[in-house]
């Protein structure tokens, strides 16, 4: 469905996870990422939710945390603005929606 010149996906992967948890992991691949993009690689199957980050000068961080999903997901995200969004919140889970680009 188009929507004003948007491409809206038909169908979204519900991802529950520890709100804290993830904010914390966020933080930790924030250090390593590029200053620049501050972009992650999120990989998420059906009980990992993986944060991988890498810098301009090769350095790596890896995070894990355990989350319900049916499936696999691959993207990349903006980490800092994930983590803003997350801190707005009051609950203890976050229930993220996600699509892959198509």
């Known amino acids: 469905m188009k929507t004003g010149g948007l491409v809206i996906p038909k169908t979204n992967r519900k991802v529950l996870v520890d709100r804290l948890n993830l904010i914390t992991a966020l933080h930790r691949a ?5 200053k620049k993009f501050k972009a992650s690689r999120f990989v998420l199957t059906d009980n990992w939710f993986r944060i991988e980050t890498t810098n301009d000068k090769n350095e790596e961080s890896h995070e894990e945390l355990t989350i319900k999903l049916n499936g696999t997901l ?29």
């Open 30 to 34: 924030s250090i390593l990422a590029s």
């Open 74 to 102: 691959e993207l990349g995200l903006n980490v800092d603005y994930l983590m803003d969004a997350l801190s707005g919140c009051t609950t203890e889970e976050a229930r993220l929606a996600l699509s892959e680009q198509n």
